[in-house]
């Protein structure tokens, strides 16, 4: 899902918001215990939010 709302932005601005998704993937990926389902859903739901937020049309760039 966040992938897809990489390639609804700007073609200028894809490599940023493609970097700014695997960066976000990737440092939790090590950090949090398989079996810590209360982090687990926290972090689920704390990107919902974020794609909810990036994937608005009006957002056309992000720093990271």
């Known amino acids: 899902m966040c992938i897809r709302q990489v390639y609804k932005k700007p073609v ?5 918001f493609l970097n700014f998704v695997r960066e ?4 939790k990926r ?3 215990n ?3 389902f209360g982090a687990i ?3 689920l739901r ?5 794609l909810e937020v990036y994937g608005n049309p009006l957002v056309k760039n992000i720093s990271s």
């Open 34 to 36: 398989r079996k810590d």
């Open 41 to 43: 859903e926290y972090l």
């Open 46 to 50: 704390k990107g919902n939010r974020m």
């Open 12 to 16: 200028e601005n894809q490599p940023q």
């Open 30 to 32: 090590d950090t949090i």
């Open 24 to 27: 976000e993937f990737y440092s």
